[in-house]
């Protein structure tokens, strides 16, 4: 599976856009961040295969946070990784 930040996959054509997916590591402590990017990035991974994508383009990671009323010292956070799944064209 190609991954990108841009909307573009190198030495690739996009023939299709099949559509945006989104992903999340599971919650955690803030700030122990160890590992959560790779996880979410596993997951979208995971997504696009079920569509049958070549490819996710336009790939975005954000961070978002909530704090439990029984645990106000103890805020969780999620990283959330969104991109575009795509088809590419096959070599002839």
Sequence with gaps: M??????QVANA?????IGRITAASGWHVAGS????????LKRLI???KEFDADAIIGV????DGAR???LAE?????????GIAVRLARAA
């Design 2 to 7: 190609q991954v990108s930040s841009e909307f």
């Design 33 to 40: 961040d160890a590992g959560q990017h790779e996880r979410a």
């Design 68 to 70: 439990a009323v029984d």
């Design 74 to 82: 103890c805020p969780v956070q999620r990283v959330q990784v969104t």
């Design 60 to 63: 975005d990671y954000a961070v």
């Design 13 to 17: 054509r996009i023939i299709t856009e």
């Design 46 to 48: 995971e997504a696009a």
